[in-house]
């Protein structure tokens, strides 16, 4: 997959341990022990991402390894390559199927559910679910 | 008409399809009984990660808690060579590592048919286990293959499932890996396995799948 055009983008042969923090979109696809935290951006963790940290954004998109929690002020969306190992705190979140998840989740607000389109078990809460509550 | 796994329409073809099957469950509707009439329970479910069941726990209000036992526990990282040439499962590391809950306690326990599908010397720990991490009055769902139910779909393996909520006494299931069932237990077993438990209910499914809901 390719990083979002704009992110600050780390890639798959870089090691990082300590903390990582910014303002801007970041697509992290290397080894990171320790924290990252965006405000008001987006964090992508890419397929080949093994990330043992804590997660802070406001929006997380993962397709790598995490083991550590994730928060978002917005949306989580784990792709079927995903495997978290933590808690995950969301407004909203979206699965696909074959993501895994172990660790507590907590959804601060309730969305309204549609029907998956892509697979069965993908999608409920994700790109074609509505919050009315946020517009 | 398709059975608990699908076994009818796969028995014969060997394939494994993603379909999900309905299945009537007593103890699941049991629980929902529960879930719909308390507020803020928290939920353990274990079992392959479902969407489905996140959005209908946190959407009644409750928090939910997800961990894979059966797939923890096929890992070789646990057995442990002995001197004499033997193996053991390493219980107290794996109790340690995936069934630690920092201090969290369940109201509501989905086992499913997991404890079939974990080495018979980890199971009575995991299930004391869960009872130490459940809430008094707390229940768990446990589901028990016999060997009456794997026959019917081809013994040995049926098929490691996950288990998708619905809002009605029903579950559908669906095939989530090629983890074989390595036990089978009887009544008696069962009871013996879950004695620090108490209010035991059975139920048995026309798949001959014998269902338990246990009170702590």
Known sequence: MKPAEGSTVIGRSVTIRGELSGKEDLYMDGTLEGTITLSGSRLTVGPNARLMADLNAQDVVVYGFVEGNIRATGRIELRESAVVKGDIAAERLSIEENASIKGQVELSEVTTVLSASRQPDAGLFGASAIAPTLA | ?216
């Open chain 2, 1 to 216: 008409m398709p059975s608990f796994f699908g076994g009818k329409d796969r028995a014969g073809a060997g394939a494994v399809t993603n379909e999900r099957v309905s299945r009537h469950s007593s103890g699941w509707g049991q629980l929902l009984e529960r879930l719909r009439s308390e507020d803020s329970l928290r939920v353990l479910d274990i079992g392959p990660t479902s969407s489905t069941n996140i959005n209908f726990v946190t959407a009644l209000g409750h928090s939910i808690y997800l961990a894979n036992l059966a797939e923890d526990a096929a890992r070789r990282e646990w057995v442990v060579a002995q001197e004499d040439g033997s193996s053991r499962f390493d219980v107290e590391r794996f109790l340690a590592a995936h069934l630690n809950f920092s201090g969290r306690g369940f109201d509501v326990v989905l086992l499913w048919d997991t404890a079939d599908y974990l080495p018979e010397e980890l199971l009575g720990p995991v299930l004391e286990r869960m009872h130490e991490v459940m809430e008094p009055g707390g229940q768990m769902l446990a589901m028990f293959h016999s060997p009456a139910s794997a026959s019917a779909l081809g013994a040995p393996n049926p098929g490691f499932s996950r288990y998708h909520l619905t809002d009605t006494n029903k579950v559908d299931v669906q095939r989530a890996g090629d983890y074989p069932l390595l036990n089978t237990y009887s009544n008696r077993q069962i009871e013996k396995l879950l004695a620090s438990f108490s209010g035991f209910h059975f139920f048995l499914g026309k798949d001959n799948v014998r269902e338990v809901v246990v009170t702590r």
